[in-house]
């Protein structure tokens, strides 16, 4: 049976890559089975990845809502778009969650010319400037050009504040970079954080250590609820499971069944 991916590229489907992204959610070895044999079962030749995805989503919920809810992870970040706006934040809360000083959208002038930067984090003697590169679909890369253009603007900003030499490069993207970005990087020292790389300290495993889900991962959870939330700078699905449902409706402004599906879907990842 084969697949088709984002790229476009058709492949032979791997239960094993499935079975392999399903234990990652924590499913017990009883529900990665049962819930591969559902999609198996229901898929057919050339079936895309998103849909292969909401098979096994759909059933993973019915069974381990708390599992689905972090098996959705990369699709829930995908839902701050479709602008990276709200991707900006949620990246910044994550940060400050690891002890860094965050300032977002600040001018930094350099020696030739102004830059907008995107994140700066600041710990310790160290300030990142950080580009953030976010992404609503599957499939792209961050490339080499991206590393590159990040590296210009921090070598023009360096050498803007040569009495301050503790700024560093920093490249995040919610997907992943091609060979030749990590290469670059890896050259130039350029700090890399994206879907997966570098091991155990990706932005998944940044979230996963310290339990920084998105709201988007709350089935509950359409536009309107993320907005709301959001607004009030709410990032994280564990910050509902503190709230009653009561306090949920009043202070973001949604009806009485919603308030409660959010606190009960939002508890189950306590």
């Not at 490339?143 to 009495?163: E, N, P, Q, S």
């Not at 919610?174 to 990706?202: D, H, L, Q």
């Not at 700078?233 to 949920?248: G, H, M, P, Q």
Request: proline share 3%; net charge positive; charged share 30%.
């Amino acid at each position: 049976m084969q697949i088709t991916k984002a790229s476009g590229k058709v492949e032979e489907f791997s239960r094993v890559k499935l079975e392999r992204s399903l234990r990652r959610s924590g499913a017990t070895a009883d529900e990665v089975k049962a819930v591969a044999d559902v999609v198996e079962r229901k898929m057919r030749t050339k079936m895309p990845t998103h849909r292969l995805y909401k098979l096994a989503y759909s059933e993973l919920e019915r069974i381990r809502p708390k599992a689905a809810a972090v098996y959705s992870l990369r699709e829930a970040i995908m839902e701050l778009g479709p602008e990276g706006f709200l991707f900006e934040q949620y990246v910044g809360a994550v940060l400050k969650e690891y002890g860094y000083t965050i300032k977002r959208g600040r001018m930094v002038k350099g020696k030739c010319v102004s830059h907008e930067i995107d994140l700066m984090a600041e710990k310790g003697n160290i300030t990142f400037i950080i580009e953030l590169k976010y992404h609503n679909k599957r499939g792209i890369r961050s490339d080499v050009k991206v590393t590159m253009y990040l590296y210009a603007r921090f070598l023009d900003i360096h050498l803007g504040h040569t009495k301050e030499s503790s700024h560093k490069p920093w490249l995040m993207t919610n997907t992943k970079f091609t060979k030749s970005a990590i290469a670059y990087a890896e050259c130039m020292g350029v700090k890399m954080t994206g879907w997966r790389y570098p091991a155990k300290e990706g932005l998944q495993d940044l979230i996963e250590k310290k339990g920084l889900y998105p709201v988007t991962v709350l089935p509950s959870v359409n536009r309107f609820v993320r907005d709301a939330l959001t607004e009030h700078s709410v990032f994280f699905a564990k910050d509902l499971s503190v709230l009653s449902s009561r306090e949920v409706q009043k202070r973001f402004g949604v009806n009485a069944d919603i308030a409660r599906k959010l606190v009960k879907e939002a508890n189950t990842l306590a």
